[in-house]
């Protein structure tokens, strides 16, 4: 070991079997010292005559959680990882892993060269590498069908979900469950008693089970995975292991393993991997910021908002108190909670009992003053300026101190509504996406004076409710809605051109987006933020609201909708189209795919330059987490921003100006060193 080996693998012990301890914090990653350890302690244990058996176990809160992420893509270091593995196979004396905590990836790989595994009870292993857009790369697709079939590690490979140990053991993947506080002890008393047995190599293993699990997963999953080629090769390489010798099938495996490694779609998923957990971090505040303590969270409103804001906090037995207006209102947005959650108990999701738990915890009312005792406040009324400054100014005098008051609003001004109390330091914007208990998004708007733990409150509680969190600046729409504005926009001018809404949504959705433009207007309402005036026609948009042409809700919108909402082209839409370009007396002409392209998402990446210019978001892979987990931005193409990388930030600045668009001035700088944000 060279001197600046940090020491993160060392031997023990016990008698006639040596215990072999990883202790890499945080996740006992597979780094190169790891590796590195791995081989030399292995290689100790082997060499000493008094062993018989080994044990490998990991110090801190998990076992391996999988290969080292950070250092993918950059210049190998290190003792390869497949090498190690296949000598800690070849081991002439018996290998027992001892698991607790998570044994993912790499980390299940170097446990399935292990002779045999011990886990405890609250153990989970897996292989999650197809979520980073990856294969178990390190043996994993062929020694998994050798020790748990091909069924299971088909479903394991390709979907990425972690097992708990008693589902493992049912399995053959654990052959002992240990004690939850006793697994050092077990695992070596287990190992001792395997020394008569010898090693047992799962290469020497038989491969069995049915292949045809391969194709119905493929059938199964077919939506889900859309446009994605990791779970795909995933499945390729445990149809391999069905059919070739372990080392040709090794050999394939490493070779589909490297083509997506190389590839665009495993960078953009490993982006997000991390990306993910740096949005959670606000710059310029202290880690161990003291957060205020929310006992009970108070809701204005019980529509649609309302309702699902308040369904993400009894999920986690938090009491709330929601205030509406009238009490038919009130009573309608309670049925629809108690509806939403009887049809999520039907599907098994939650016990009947626990539905009626959740609903004993709402106190509804009619009064702004029975949220006196809350922690936590979060108004979610219309989006009017007016109304929503005149509740925050009542808030202040009900309010206890301390407690947060917040906006869900969803393009207004912060500043401007905290302006109207008399604790601007406690408001802060919390913007759902709908639907608000399903969607994983929450915009965490930080205004001019939020106090620095308010903002970290509000974040960690987006945490606690399963939500990520995004800091954003105030301005209009904040990240998601501003950058949504311009597509909207420049969508709405193609079909004056001459493009259809069927083709620009189609763009959209081959794209790999859920929807398109003119689906999502239809679905959201084409009547939201219209002006109402049935005679005030400007754009296609006033003229489709003043038909009725509401969208979804009405079958009709920019699609006409059967009884199922399934859409059709509208042939009353096109005359619509036709009407207002010979108003506007513009020539109709083809439009490409690849313009469409350019104008509708090339803006999105020069709004998010200047959202990032003007300290809007922390960071581009803020951006770039808003708009996967808000409006389903495909993974593989990693957010906006990410995209611009692999797009192109000099192609894309290019196009812009070519379709007379003022480039952002941080775009031009990227696209003038070709790089990416
Ligand atoms: C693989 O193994 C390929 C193989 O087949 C080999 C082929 C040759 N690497 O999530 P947390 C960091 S692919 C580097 O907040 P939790 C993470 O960024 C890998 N860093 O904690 C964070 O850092 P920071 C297959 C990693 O308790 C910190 O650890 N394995 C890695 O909520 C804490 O993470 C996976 O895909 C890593 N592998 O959850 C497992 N993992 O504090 C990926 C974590 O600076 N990891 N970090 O922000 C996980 O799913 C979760 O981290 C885990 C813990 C469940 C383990």
Known sequence: MSEETPVSVTLQKDGDV???????????????????????????????????????????????????????????????????LNMIEAATKP??????????????????????????????????EVKLGLLPGAGGTQRLPRVVGVEAAATMTSLGDPLPAAKAKDLGLVDALAGEDSLAADAIAFARAKIADGPRPTRERPVFGDAAVIEQLKAANAKR????????????????????????????????????????????????????????KIDGLPKDIRLRDVKKVGIIGAG??????????????????????????LDRGLGVIRKNYDASAAKGRFKPEQVDQMMGLITPSLDLEALADCDLIIEAVYEDMGVKKEIFGKLDKIAKPGAILASNTSYLNIDEIAASTSRPGDVVGMHFFSPANVMKLLEVVRGEKTADDVLATAMAWG???????????????????????????????????????????????????????????????????????PNRIESIRDALCSEGRWGQKKQAGFYDYDEKRAPTPSARVEEIIDEFRKKAGIEKREITDQEIIERTLYPMVNEGALILEEGKAQRASDIDVVWVFGYGWPVYRGGPMFWAGIEGTDKIAAALEKHGFTVAPLLAEKAAAKAGF
């Open 18 to 84: 040596a215990v072999v301890i990883v202790n890499n914090p945080p996740v006992n990653a597979l780094s190169w010292h790891v590796r590195q350890g791995l081989k030399d302690n292995f290689e100790a244990a082997l060499a000493d005559d008094g062993v018989k058996a080994i044990v490998l176990r990991c110090d801190g809160g998990t076992f391996i959680a999988g290969a080292d992420i950070s250092e993918f893509g950059k210049p190998p270091r290190g003792p390869d990882f497949n090498a190690v």
């Open 463 to 533: 945490k606690k409710i399963g939500k990520v969190s995004v800091v954003a600046g105030v301005c209009h729409g904040f990240i998601g809605n501003r950058m949504l504005a311009p597509r909207q926009i420049e969508a709405q001018k193609l079909l004056l051109e001459g493009a259809t809404p069927q083709q620009v949504d189609k763009v959209h959705t081959d794209f790999g987006m859920p929807m398109g433009p003119f689906q999502m207007s239809d679905l959201a309402g084409v009547d939201i933020g219209w002006h109402r005036d």
């Open 225 to 280: 995975w859309r446009g994605f080629e990791a779970p795909y090769a995933n499945l390729a390489c445990v149809e391999a292991a069905t059919r070739l010798p372990f080392d040709e099938g090794l050999a394939f495996e490493r070779q589909e393993f490297m083509k997506l490694m190389m590839g665009s779609q495993s960078a953009a998923q490993r982006h997000l991997f991390f990306a993910e957990r740096q949005a959670a």
């Open 304 to 329: 649609t908002m309302g309702g699902g804001i308040m369904m993400n906090f009894l999920q986690k037995g938090v009491p709330c108190t929601i205030v509406e207006m009238q009490q038919d209102a």
């Open 95 to 128: 290998v027992v892993a001892a698991i607790h905590g998570t044994a993912l990836g790499g980390g299940l790989e170097t446990a399935l060269v292990c002779h045999y595994r011990v886990a405890v009870p609250s153990a989970k292993l897996g292989v999650p």
